[in-house]
């Protein structure tokens, strides 16, 4: 199986912060890799697909970036409403794996 | 609007079976696979598998081959969810979610609201 590791698992910071956080995969997966952020009781959401491309009605301070094994995912001025759980997924190979999440906190 | 409409919490003993259901509506049901993925209390997202609504063909993680049935009925555009033997492991909340496929690559555009199984002995 495809191993992902995210960097940190938490982080705090502050509205309006700029916030970058790493995912890595255990083999080069091209850019099949997809971000999702999820809050408690809530359904996850996706951010980004295939690396780069923002999804439908997301905000334009989501980025991602990356191939390979090595990917980004950029908030450009964190909002309240950022606050939450990121997740980087691979979808190069079943079973298609998930990093285990970066919990974004308010400092 | 697109949406994932999950049946409500289970609560089960040790040994049972659980059967999660997913009503789709708002696209056409054989038009894209469905997954079904689960969060553990403190624990990262992990994928149980897909089903494709269309032929049924189906993929499961080898982690729940054969603890795992995913069906779907096309008439009612619902999915299905059934994992058995149960232990306090499988506690978590189970989520059904749509997926895209492109050249580009394969992602999850739209999920249900999750539904909580609680294991206990």
């Known amino acids: 199986d495809i191993q992902m590791t995210q960097s940190p698992s938490s982080l705090s910071a502050s509205v309006g912060d700029r916030v970058t956080i790493a995912c890595r995969a255990s083999q080069s997966i091209s850019t099949y890799l997809n971000w999702y952020q999820h809050k408690p009781g809530k359904a996850p959401k996706l951010l980004i697909y295939?690396?780069?491309s923002l999804q439908s009605g997301v905000p334009s301070r989501f980025s991602g970036s990356g191939s390979g094994p090595d990917f980004t995912l950029t908030i450009s001025s964190l909002q309240p409403e950022d606050f939450a759980t990121y997740s980087c997924q691979q979808t190069h190979t079943t079973p298609y794996t998930f990093g285990q999440g970066t919990k974004l906190e308010i400092k | 609007q697109v949406q994932l409409v999950q049946s409500g919490a289970e609560v089960k003993k040790s040994g049972a079976s659980v059967k999660v259901s997913c009503k789709a509506s708002g696209y056409t049901f054989t038009g894209h696979y469905i997954h079904w993925v689960r969060q553990a209390p403190g624990q990262g997202l992990e994928w149980m598998g897909w089903?494709?609504?269309?032929?049924?063909?189906?993929k499961y993680a080898q982690k729940f081959q054969g603890r795992v049935t995913m069906t779907s009925d096309t008439s009612v555009s619902t999915a299905y969810m059934e994992l058995t033997r149960l232990t306090s492991d499988d506690t978590a909340v189970y989520y059904c979610?749509?997926?895209?496929?492109?050249?580009?690559?394969?992602?999850?555009?739209?999920w249900g609201q999750g539904t909580l199984v609680s294991v206990s002995s």
């Open positions: 295939a690396a780069s």
């Open positions: 089903i494709n609504p269309n032929i049924g063909g189906i």
């Open positions: 979610a749509r997926d895209y496929i492109s050249a580009r690559g394969t992602w999850f555009d739209f």
